[in-house]
Each structure stands twice: as C-alpha cells, then as structure tokens.
C-alpha cells in the first residue's frame, strides 16, 4: 500500500473525535506486551496540549478512516547553555503518536512526525524533543534512528497510591499555602536556571487545574515576611491531571489482577491495620501530578517528605474517589528520589527523553546537553503529562 493513498491534514474536532478516540482504544500504551494502559480523554482527544501556548494535532486519513494521530506543543523555555535572549529557547514537544495496529510500518508514523516538525520549524522553534519508555523499542527506534534525536535525560516517574487514611505529618514542621504572587517570584528565583523551565510559569500556577503551591519550613524560622527565605525550606506545586485524562489498565497478567482484588479486600476487611493500598487499575482513575519540587537545606529531604504526605493526605480527603496515584517526575538520578514516597511496583525509572536541534546554529547548544551526563535538575510542565 502506497503512502500517496495516505493524506495527513489537521485534526477536526467535530468530525475526527468519535475516530481519534476508538484509535486510542485500539493502540496500547506501556513497556510491557502484556500490560496495557488505556487514557480515557473523556471526550476531548487533545485535552493533554490543550492548555499549552501553541498546540497541534495532525491525524491520517486513509479511505475515511482515520489510521494515525501525532500531538505537539510549543513553548518558551530555560536551556542549558543556549545564550540569547537569557538562556530561553523555543521548543517542540512531540507526544501521542498512534498508529492503527493494521497499518504500521507503512511509513505513517513517520510521516506524521515529519509534518509535525514542519509545523516546528514554521514557528522558528529551536528544539525538538520526545519522551517515551527506553524500552518501548518501535518509539526509540524511530525517533532515534530515523529522525537523529539524541538522548537527553532519563528521568524517573515516581508513583504513589492513595490510602483511604491520613498520613501524619510531624508536628515541627510548618506548611504554608502559597498566593500565586508569591509563588511566581519564588520560582523563577530558584528554578529559574532548571532545564526546561517554562516561561510562562505564572500561567501553569494560575490554571485551574494547579490545586496550589505549598512550602514546607521547620516550625520557630520565618518564611517569606522580608521577602527571604529560612535556610531550610522546600516547595511544591500541585496539578490535578484527573480532571483532564483519566487511566485505565486494559491487560494485566492474571497474577497482577488477583493480588490487586485480594490486595483491596484485605484493607476492606481489616481497615485498623492501614495497609498501603493497591489501587484498582482495573476502573478508570485520575491523579495528580506534583511539579515544581525544590528544597534547599541540610534537612530538607524530610520537608520534601513531610510536602508529599500532605498532598497524599489532599488527595484522601478530595470529594474525588477517583484520585488513586500521586506521580512526580524527577532526574534519574536525583536526590529528590530517596525523599519522595513512592512504589517501585508502581514506578517508572525508564523515561527516556530525546532532542533534536531544527536550527543550525542551535548545534554547539545541542552537543552540550546531550553530552553532558544527565544529572541537572529538570522542570516537568504538568501540561505535558
């Protein structure tokens, strides 16, 4: 089948939903052959790019049936080692590339990526960069081999469920909302530098999605009255992903669907011991997303932690029964890793983010950061999630 019978246009909202969303259901989504993930869009298939600055989704047509869809996102933000104006470049993010199962390796992928990063360069974007699983073979394959991205960072996705019990945070430690006036300044004061900090971070703190910003200091130390801070302190910022996509698990071996049932009958039946509970993967749940996580201090592991248990506690306490994880993304080898509570049964170390330069003057910038080991901290825009 020729590629020429192919036509790649823009994605049509009233026309293209009902397909884009079945095209979701039939394309599986995970590292594993036997896992599969599906993300319920709840009606609205660009609802992941929609609260980006500039956002694109390019679907294949093939005999009125829609056969592959790419999504991107344009941004402006901080990239190491890239000088004018102020270290801020515009980048292209590429996400949700499907291809129907009966029309692969026919070169639509690789044609919808190609269009995608025409649009890119159309609008003067510096970088190109992706993320996926390191071992989802076909995604790396392509990007890597076929379009030369380069590795650039390998973060860690960290999850942790929710329990339908408080957590108890410990009683020398102050936390303290934050007003977005306050929170902005702050940010770009000590984030400001982080690879891909967006620009635009007073956006992303003012979305209704953002739950809020939250510090955590050490109870007797003064936080924020002279516009200082103590000299222990930590911060972080809440998004509630659930309201735009939820998840479901499709396929799962049957050893991981009876240890899950059994997992939750247990809690259900002996609720005074306070088992850590398995959430039902098996129902669609929503989540969220804690970005923006700074600490500063010799002790400040602990208000990262004393942070995470309160957004745990947030998220029990939530009139959402369906918040069942908290997920947050980290450098690989980030110290935030030994801080944060997580489940390794439920945790990805395996992100795998990939770069590409679409201008030429942007490659001396480009060695730089795909040669220089990937230890400097990373900003995750809860946009892209």
């Known amino acids: 089948m020729e590629f020429n019978k192919f036509r790649i246009r823009s994605y049509e909202a009233q026309s293209d939903r009902a397909q884009v969303e079945n095209l979701e259901k039939r394309c599986e989504v995970g590292p594993s052959e036997s896992v599969f993930l599906f993300t319920d869009t709840m009606g609205d298939p660009i609802c992941r790019i929609r609260n980006s600055p500039m956002y694109m989704m390019l679907v294949a047509e093939?005999?009125?049936?829609?056969?592959?869809?790419?999504?991107?996102?344009?941004?402006?933000?901080?990239?190491?080692?890239?000088?004018?104006?102020?270290?801020?470049?515009?980048?292209?993010?590429?996400?949700?590339?499907?291809?129907?199962?009966?029309?692969?390796?026919?070169?639509?992928?690789?044609?919808?990526?190609?269009?995608?990063?025409?649009?890119?360069?159309?609008?003067?974007?510096?970088?190109?960069?992706?993320?996926?699983?390191?071992?989802?073979?076909?995604?790396?394959?392509?990007?890597?081999?076929?379009?030369?991205?380069?590795?650039?960072?390998?973060?860690?996705?960290?999850?942790?469920?929710?329990?339908?019990?408080?957590?108890?945070?410990?009683?020398?430690?102050?936390?303290?909302?934050?007003?977005?006036e306050k929170a902005e300044p702050l940010y770009r004061k000590f984030m400001g530098s982080t690879e891909f900090f967006p620009n635009d971070i007073g956006n992303i703190l003012r979305n209704k999605l953002s739950l809020g910003t939250w510090v955590a200091y050490f109870k007797g130390d003064d936080f924020g009255s002279d516009g200082q801070v103590p000299h222990c302190w930590a911060m972080l910022s809440v998004w509630n992903s659930g309201e735009v996509f939820k998840l479901r698990l499709g396929k799962a071996p049957l050893c991981c669907f009876l240890y899950t049932k059994s997992w939750c009958l247990i809690d259900k039946i002996f609720p005074c011991l306070k088992l850590p509970t398995l959430p039902d993967f098996f129902n669609p749940f929503g989540f969220y997303f804690m970005y923006g996580v700074y600490h500063e201090g010799p002790f400040s592991g602990k208000l990262v932690r004393a942070l995470c248990q309160f957004v745990h506690n947030m998220a029990a306490e939530s009139k959402d029964e369906n918040c069942k994880i908290i997920v947050t993304e980290v450098g690989g080898r980030d110290e935030l890793n030994h801080h944060i509570p997580h489940w390794k049964l439920l945790s990805c170390p395996d992100d795998l983010w990939c770069i590409k330069a679409l201008k030429s003057e942007g490659t001396n910038t480009f060695h730089e950061l795909t040669e220089t080991p990937p230890t400097r901290a990373l900003f995750v825009d809860p946009r892209e999630v």
């Open 62 to 180: 093939f005999d009125n049936e829609l056969v592959g869809v790419i999504q991107g996102s344009i941004k402006v933000v901080t990239v190491h080692g890239h000088d004018p104006p102020n270290g801020l470049a515009k980048v292209g993010y590429v996400l949700g590339l499907r291809v129907a199962p009966h029309h692969r390796r026919k070169g639509i992928g690789s044609n919808l990526v190609r269009k995608l990063e025409e649009w890119f360069t159309c609008n003067d974007v510096d970088y190109s960069y992706m993320a996926t699983d390191k071992n989802n073979h076909a995604s790396v394959s392509l990007f890597m081999n076929k379009f030369s991205y380069t590795k650039f960072m390998t973060p860690a996705i960290l999850v942790n469920p929710v329990n339908h019990y408080s957590l108890e945070i410990p009683s020398n430690i102050e936390i303290t909302r934050l007003k977005v």
